[in-house]
Structures are given as C-alpha cells and as structure tokens.
C-alpha cells in the first residue's frame, strides 16, 4: 500500500477517482464501528490518495446514519493529513446558480441525531472551531477550480441540516434570513472531526438546485440533484487531479496542532480504555 497523506471523501455522484494506480481495497475496523465502505488507496498523480465514498458504493446509507467517526478514525489511521470532501448542496443564492461550485468558508449546524465528537467518555477537549474549514487548502480549491474552468465561488455559509426529508419552504427562507448561502446534509460532523483529528479539511460543494425557496426554478428533487451531479462529477474528478500533487507542497497550517491545548481532562483522571480508543489522536499530547 503506498504512503497515503490525502483522502478524498465523495458524496453523491461521486464514488471513485479516475487515474488512481497501484489501487489497493483495504478494510479497517476503528473503535468507532466499521466505515461507510472499504477504503480505496492508491497514487494520483505520483501521490498516495485515499479515497472514501460517504454513502457506500451504490448509495446505501442515509446522511444521519454515515459513520463519520469511523470514516475520519480510519483515513487518520491509513496516515492522512488533508481531505477534500465533494458535498452536493442547494443554493440559497440567486447568484449561486446550478451547476456552480462553492468553496465554503462557514457552517452552520442544524443537525440532530449524529455523533460529533471523538471526545466523551472521561476524556474531555474542546478545539477551536471559528475558522471550520481549513483556509489553505480552500484556497488551493479554489484556484485548482478555476484551472478546471468551474464557475466556483470562493466562500459561502453552508447550513446542515439533518435530513433525510429536504426542507420546508418556511425552513428554506429563514436560513436565506441567517445568511447561509448553501444548504446540504453531510458536511457536520465531518469537518469537526476531521479538526479534532488535526486533519486540514475543505469542501467542493456542487449546487445542484435551489432548494425551494426559488419561485420560478423547479423544486428540489433526487432527479435533479442526480441530473446535475453527472455533470459536475468530471469537473470535480479534473479539480481533484489538479490538487493533489499541490496539497503535498501546502504549508503546515494551525489544523495539525487543533488539539494542543485543547485537551482539558488530567492525564491520571483519564480511563484507560478511553485514552487507549483515543491514542491515535491523543498520544503526542499525553504520556
């Protein structure tokens, strides 16, 4: 298996990166359960890759049910220092139109039912989370998305909310009232764990359509977000091929040391099972 430093998250319409060599399946059981799919390594451009599809392969796990904890222990564990998650998302924007991409630099949570820390269980920390989304690698996004000739906005408020049903017109308008700009339902918990786990983290986030808050624009519906996504899926394969030999070369950012400082409970207060589950995490910070 080569040396894998990036993972590559897909959402739907995305299930695999083209170009990958030396591809090997690999199959990793975490403390935190099994992750959504076995996990797909292999080099892109001369770089280990890590590729992970969100729902499965075919699409079989509902956006509360994803195991983000095991997803983002078990790229962590393969050696991964940065993901690029592709997220689809309706716009809340007029200006943001279908088909547009959206280098998010916000989020909003709204979700309900999910699991989103590693920490619990006698082990307390508390990362900083003002800048959710790593500033570096969104701007590497970013400009790679341009030499893609994607039309791509380069920040935005992406709201989560919990899903699996796409929200009320009420709903829709009191979210463009708060000043998101995109909302979707995958990309909370994972970029918090992904802090936690001093990954740097970004997103593509492919807008699809324009939820239901848009008098005139058809509704929001799995046809039309399938429809879209088929045609944003080569772009998105094209800004992945362009990144990742950069993402090497990206300075270290303050995401690699999320948890200095952030880590609050006593080294002797803490259990040893749970320090034992967390020490891929913990163990530079605790002896």
């Known amino acids: 298996m080569p040396q894998v430093k990036i993972g590559v998250i897909g959402g739907t319409g995305l299930y695999d990166v083209e170009g990958l060599t030396d591809i090997e399946e690999v199959s990793i059981d975490t403390p935190f359960g099994k992750p959504s799919d076995v996990i797909i390594t292999g080099r892109l451009e001369g770089v280990g890759v890590a590729f992970l599809p969100r729902h499965g392969r075919g699409h079989t796990i509902m956006p509360t049910d994803v195991p983000s904890r095991a997803n983002i222990y078990a790229l962590k564990s393969l050696g991964v220092e940065s993901i690029i998650a592709i997220n689809s998302v309706g716009s809340l924007r007029e200006e943001i139109k279908r088909g547009d991409l959206v280098i998010p630099n916000q989020l909003i949570d709204r979700t309900k039912s999910r699991a989103n820390t590693f920490f619990g269980e006698g082990i307390v920390a508390h990362i900083q989370f003002a800048k959710p ?3 570096e690698l969104r701007k590497l996004l970013y400009d790679t998305a ?3 000739g994607a039309s791509t906005h380069p920040e935005g408020t992406y709201i989560v909310m919990e899903g699996p049903a796409f929200s009320t017109k009420a ?5 463009r009232s708060w000043g998101a700009d995109i909302i979707g339902m995958t990309a909370l918990p994972e970029a918090r764990l992904a802090r936690e786990a001093e990954i740097c983290y970004a997103i593509i986030a492919c807008a699809t359509d324009y939820d239901v808050w848009h008098e005139t624009e058809v509704e929001v519906g799995v046809e039309v977000i399938l429809e879209t996504m088929r045609r ?7 800004i992945i091929k362009l990144a990742i030999p950069r993402i090497v070369d990206m300075k270290d950012c303050l995401c690699a040391s999320a948890l200095r400082g952030a880590i609050v409970t006593s080294p002797e207060a803490m259990p040893a099972e749970t320090k034992d589950k967390l020490n891929l995490l913990i163990k530079k910070y605790i002896r």
């Open 171 to 175: 709903e829709s308008n009191l979210y």
């Open 146 to 148: 341009g030499e893609a």
């Open 232 to 238: 944003q899926e080569e772009l998105c394969k094209r």
């Open 133 to 135: 989304l790593c500033p």
